[in-house]
Structure formats: structure tokens, C-alpha cells
């Protein structure tokens, strides 16, 4: 426990006071508290009250693979890896601005979202720069932990020796899907040997995005109270690479992608066919037995204690980059 006299020249030295003046404030606060408290207790209670913090904050630095949701100091160093687009959105008449910014690290990848003025710091950082955030978490609508700035957090660019994306395995090529391991960032090519037919549409907040609650025909945004929702869609199957198959899971612009239809049109499908799943049977002819090359995260389902592959982008198979390597490989 700092002494009084420690706790004096720390308020001293943020407020400006002298140390006559502290020590008058202390001696009047014990004065308030009928003298039932120390010293030294009174001059926490003054430097509260001038908003002093005399106490360290401890904040470790984490990987991003050990940031679960409900972390109220989260502090990470990590790479710009994707800068998505400013989208607006309007709430009871005013406006806002929000953004996502996809971070990584060599466990893994997080995203940590941005709004109104916080995406300022967005003109000084570009795709590959090393960052230092401080914030909290919460959990987004996959499932998976994000981080959010709140009063106290901070986004800034730090200059330190972080490893190159371009070393990492999202960007050595593909792993098998027999060797992926729990938190890995990586890429597989394989096939879709199975899409599994269940409904693909889920409420969102139209402002954040974050996917919303339901209550007697209500939909209920933890950020934004009550709203009417957009909608959004996800998808899973199995993909096989030849060495094992894994279970995948496709959200919002990847499920897009893989149907080749954006939402508002598998909705209209779903309608018309009056089959939430028609979406998907009419297009699992197209997608069975076609090799891509899915970029994506491994998590632990937990309620099933199983590996899944989360899915963040995909893209057909390259004929003539393919053939380019194997002929490279030959002339070794």
C-alpha cells in the first residue's frame, strides 16, 4: 500500500495542488468521515475525487487466441489485416459511422470494430501496419470474441519487431486438414462434399451489424435497443482435402459468395418457394464435389468438441497458378 505521502505527490503531481493544499483536503475528508478512517485512506478517497488514478493499471498483452469475450482491459499488439469499407447508418434521426478492422497475429485473427469519431484513426493506418489496442471485448454475432474501443480504449501505430503476414501459414499456402490444429490462421484447398440443409437466415441490427435478440416478435440490439432487423445468412458443410474431412462454416459475405446470390435474392427464393432451404438444395449441384481454396479459422466447437473451419474468404482453384507450380517444382 502506498504511503501518504506517496498518494500526496501523485495527486500533486497530475493536479497541479500543492502539498498543502492535499494534505488540508485530507484533513477535511477525515473530518467528513467523523475520523473513522487512516490517512492515507482519506487521500485515496481524495485523489478519487479529483479523478486521480494512483494505483497502477496492470494490463498484460495478449494473443489474440486468448482474448475471449468479457475482457474489460484487453490490451493486443497485432497486424492490420483488413480494412473494411466505412458503412453509415442513421438512429432516431442522427447519423453514424462504423467500421471494421480485421487484426492478426500469429495465433490468429480478431476483429475489432470502430464508430464515429474512432474511425479517424483509420487515416493513419493502412493494411499491414503493426498496432497496439486497449479496449474490451464482447462476443460479435459468430460466436466469436471482437474488441471495442469504449471511453478508455485506444487504437495506435507502434514500431516494434512483429512478424510479416507474408511468413505466416495464411499466406504459406494450404495446410492439410489432417495436420490444422485448434486456433490456427490458415488456408485449405479441398472440395464441398456435403452442404447441410438447415435455415440460413438470421436477424441483424441494421446499424452494427451484430446479430439481434427476439422477444415476442421484437428484435432487440444489446447496442441499439430495439430495431427493425436486416437479415444476414449462414451456411455450413463439410470440406474434404483428401487427408480428413472438417466441418465449415460460411457467414455473411462468404455464405454470399459460396450461393453466388447476395441476400436480399436467397430471401426471395425462400418466399417464393415458401422452403427457407431452397436456396441451398438449388444450388448443392453446383457446389458438391467443387474444389476451392477456403482461407479461415480452426475453432473448437464446444458443445460438440469437435474442429471447425471458419471460413473468411474463398476462391476457385487457379488452373494455369497450379500448373506454374507444379513446373516450377519439376525444374528443382
Same mark, same amino acid.
Given at each position: 500500500?502506498?504511503?501518504?505521502?506517496?498518494?500526496?505527490?501523485?495527486?500533486?503531481?497530475?493536479?497541479?495542488?500543492?502539498?498543502?493544499?492535499?494534505?488540508?483536503?485530507?484533513?477535511?475528508?477525515?473530518?467528513?468521515?467523523?475520523?473513522?478512517?487512516?490517512?492515507?485512506?482519506?487521500?485515496?478517497?481524495?485523489?478519487?475525487?479529483?479523478?486521480?488514478?494512483?494505483?497502477?493499471?496492470?494490463?498484460?498483452?495478449?494473443?489474440?487466441?486468448?482474448?475471449?469475450?468479457?475482457?474489460?482491459? @484487453?490490451?493486443?499488439? #497485432?497486424?492490420?489485416? $483488413?480494412?473494411?469499407?466505412?458503412?453509415?447508418?442513421? =438512429?432516431? +434521426? %442522427?447519423?453514424?459511422?462504423?467500421?471494421?478492422?480485421?487484426?492478426?497475429?500469429?495465433?490468429?485473427?480478431?476483429?475489432?470494430?470502430?464508430?464515429?469519431?474512432?474511425?479517424?484513426?483509420?487515416?493513419?493506418?493502412?493494411?499491414?501496419?503493426?498496432?497496439?489496442?486497449?479496449?474490451?471485448?464482447?462476443?460479435?454475432?459468430?460466436?466469436?470474441?471482437?474488441?471495442?474501443?469504449?471511453?478508455?480504449?485506444?487504437?495506435?501505430?507502434?514500431?516494434?519487431?512483429?512478424? @510479416?503476414?507474408?511468413? #505466416?501459414?495464411?499466406? $504459406?499456402?494450404?495446410?492439410?486438414?489432417?495436420?490444422? =490444429?485448434? +486456433? %490456427?490462421?490458415?488456408?485449405?484447398?479441398?472440395?464441398?462434399?456435403?452442404?447441410?440443409?438447415?435455415?440460413?437466415?438470421?436477424?441483424?441490427?441494421?446499424?452494427?451489424?451484430?446479430?439481434?435478440?427476439?422477444?415476442?416478435?421484437?428484435?432487440?440490439?444489446?447496442?441499439?435497443?430495439?430495431?427493425?432487423?436486416?437479415?444476414?445468412?449462414?451456411?455450413?458443410?463439410?470440406?474434404?482435402?483428401?487427408?480428413?474431412?472438417?466441418?465449415?462454416?460460411?457467414?455473411?459475405?462468404?455464405?454470399?459468395?459460396?450461393?453466388?446470390?447476395?441476400?436480399?435474392?436467397?430471401?426471395?427464393?425462400? =418466399?417464393?418457394?415458401?422452403?427457407?432451404?431452397?436456396?441451398?438444395?438449388?444450388?448443392?449441384?453446383?457446389?458438391?464435389?467443387?474444389?476451392?481454396?477456403?482461407?479461415?479459422?480452426?475453432?473448437?466447437?464446444?458443445?460438440?468438441?469437435?474442429?471447425?473451419?471458419?471460413?473468411?474468404?474463398?476462391?476457385?482453384?487457379?488452373?494455369?497458378?497450379?500448373?506454374?507450380?507444379?513446373?516450377?517444382?519439376?525444374?528443382?
Amino acid at each position: 500500500m502506498l504511503s501518504l505521502q506517496e498518494i500526496i505527490d501523485k495527486v500533486a503531481e497530475q493536479t497541479g495542488l500543492n502539498n498543502a493544499e492535499i494534505q488540508k483536503k485530507v484533513e477535511e475528508k477525515k473530518v467528513e468521515l467523523s475520523g473513522l478512517i487512516s490517512s492515507e485512506g482519506a487521500a485515496h478517497l481524495v485523489a478519487r475525487d479529483l479523478n486521480v488514478d494512483i494505483l497502477k493499471r496492470v494490463i498484460h498483452r495478449l494473443e489474440i487466441k486468448n482474448v475471449v469475450p468479457g475482457m474489460r482491459n @484487453a490490451e493486443i499488439a #497485432a497486424r492490420v489485416f $483488413r480494412v473494411f469499407p466505412v458503412r453509415e447508418f442513421e =438512429r432516431n +434521426g %442522427a447519423k453514424g459511422r462504423v467500421a471494421n478492422v480485421v487484426l492478426w497475429d500469429p495465433t490468429g485473427t480478431i476483429r475489432v470494430s470502430l464508430w464515429n469519431d474512432e474511425i479517424k484513426v483509420l487515416e493513419t493506418l493502412k493494411e499491414g501496419d503493426v498496432v497496439k489496442v486497449t479496449g474490451y471485448s464482447k462476443e460479435d454475432n459468430r460466436g466469436e470474441p471482437e474488441l471495442r474501443l469504449g471511453n478508455r480504449g485506444k487504437i495506435e501505430k507502434i514500431e516494434m519487431d512483429f512478424p @510479416a503476414i507474408a511468413d #505466416a501459414a495464411i499466406e $504459406r499456402g494450404q495446410d492439410d486438414a489432417g495436420k490444422l =490444429r485448434e +486456433g %490456427a490462421t490458415t488456408k485449405i484447398r479441398g472440395a464441398i462434399v456435403q452442404m447441410f440443409e438447415s435455415d440460413p437466415f438470421y436477424e441483424i441490427c441494421p446499424q452494427c451489424g451484430i446479430r439481434v435478440r427476439s422477444n415476442d416478435n421484437k428484435f432487440f440490439c444489446d447496442e441499439h435497443q430495439y430495431v427493425t432487423p436486416d437479415y444476414s445468412m449462414v451456411l455450413s458443410g463439410v470440406i474434404d482435402d483428401g487427408t480428413m474431412s472438417i466441418r465449415a462454416v460460411f457467414f455473411r459475405d462468404t455464405a454470399e459468395r459460396l450461393l453466388g446470390m447476395g441476400v436480399k435474392d436467397a430471401l426471395q427464393i425462400a =418466399r417464393d418457394k415458401m422452403n427457407k432451404t431452397a436456396p441451398i438444395t438449388e444450388n448443392a449441384t453446383k457446389l458438391l464435389g467443387k474444389e476451392m481454396v477456403f482461407a479461415g479459422r480452426v475453432k473448437r466447437n464446444s458443445m460438440f468438441d469437435r474442429l471447425e473451419f471458419i471460413v473468411s474468404g474463398l476462391n476457385d482453384v487457379n488452373a494455369i497458378e497450379e500448373s506454374n507450380k507444379i513446373l516450377v517444382s519439376l525444374g528443382d
